[in-house]
């Protein structure tokens, strides 16, 4: 049986799907981007804008909170991370920011999975300059 995790993400309401989803013991999180979970659907507002670095670090916090309540650990139940990149030239302040959050924290590494993929013709948003989804066991 599944189970559905959903946010007050504009996006969310606006196009109607689910932050992340449950199977059994796997957690598939939707892309996941850094926009104001208050702005409205009709118009939502990108945080962070032109500041790659600190858009992964909200999105990926955002997927680890997305695992955390359909039952998982946290970072260290997450086995694949995909990033979806607007540029080449800000791939390295998007792995800057996955290192902060996914990479070794209180001297323990949380490894996983990971693709960066750079998107040529943007992405729903002109602001957005990261989207990320990850997978999880549990």
């Known amino acids: 049986m599944k189970k559905y995790h959903s946010t007050t993400s504009p996006f969310e309401q606006r196009i109607g799907y689910y932050r992340a989803v449950r199977h059994g013991q796997q957690i598939f999180v939707s892309g996941t981007t850094a926009v104001d979970p208050t702005s409205p659907p009709s118009a939502p507002k990108i945080l ?43 791939c390295g302040d998007v792995g800057e920011g996955f290192r902060q959050v996914l990479g070794k924290q209180n ?5 996983a999975a990971a693709t960066m993929i750079v998107v040529h013709d943007g992405f729903i948003d002109r602001d957005m300059l990261v989207e990320i989804e990850v997978d999880a066991i549990v």
């Open 48 to 90: 962070f804008p032109g500041d790659a670095r600190q858009q992964a670090q909200v999105a990926l916090t955002e997927c680890i909170k997305a695992v955390q309540a359909l039952g998982g650990k946290g970072a260290e139940s997450i086995v694949r991370v995909r990033m979806f990149v607007a540029r080449n030239d800000i």
């Open 107 to 111: 001297g323990e590494e949380f490894g």
